[in-house]
């Protein structure tokens, strides 16, 4: 059984991703497929307005919306999780502890100089990851369809 982990982040980034991951999903019916989000500020801090009423339940949270809705129509099962902290700290923590398969993430296409200096998720994760890492780029299209 395959566990993939979905890092989403409610960009078209994080949802070119969850697409890929969906299609991918959909080809392996035993692959368990989990949606993580992760924010930096725990509900009921500064800055936290923009949570859904109830964090606790990460089905609610806006982020989720689309690629459960992509997931649904492709008939794909999905779960949902919220991490808390460093987003690669994060994702590769739950990569480790849930013995994940594939780790599939967007990639802004930062500059090298930018990402030197700045660091990026995508390459902190594709470095320290126990598992493949597939890194999407927006536009990307899997196709996995069976020809007639």
Known sequence: MAEILVAVDGSEYGLAAARAAISLAGCCPEANLTFAH?????PGQIGTEGYPDRPDIPER?????????IARK????????ILFGNPAE????HAR????DLIVLGNL???AIKEFFLGSVASRVVSNAPCSVWVVRPGFELSLGRSS
């Not at 992760?38 to 725990?42: G, M, P």
């Not at 949270?61 to 809705?69: D, G, N, T």
């Not at 994060?90 to 923590?93: E, V």
Request: proline share 6%; net charge positive; glycine share 6%.
């Open 74 to 81: 492709a008939g794909v099962k999905a779960v949902c999780r």
């Open 90 to 93: 994060q994702l590769l923590r």
């Open 61 to 69: 949270w806006p982020v989720f919306e689309e690629p459960l809705r």
């Open 97 to 100: 502890r849930e013995h994940v």
């Open 109 to 111: 296409g930062e500059t």
């Open 38 to 42: 992760v924010v930096t500020l725990r």
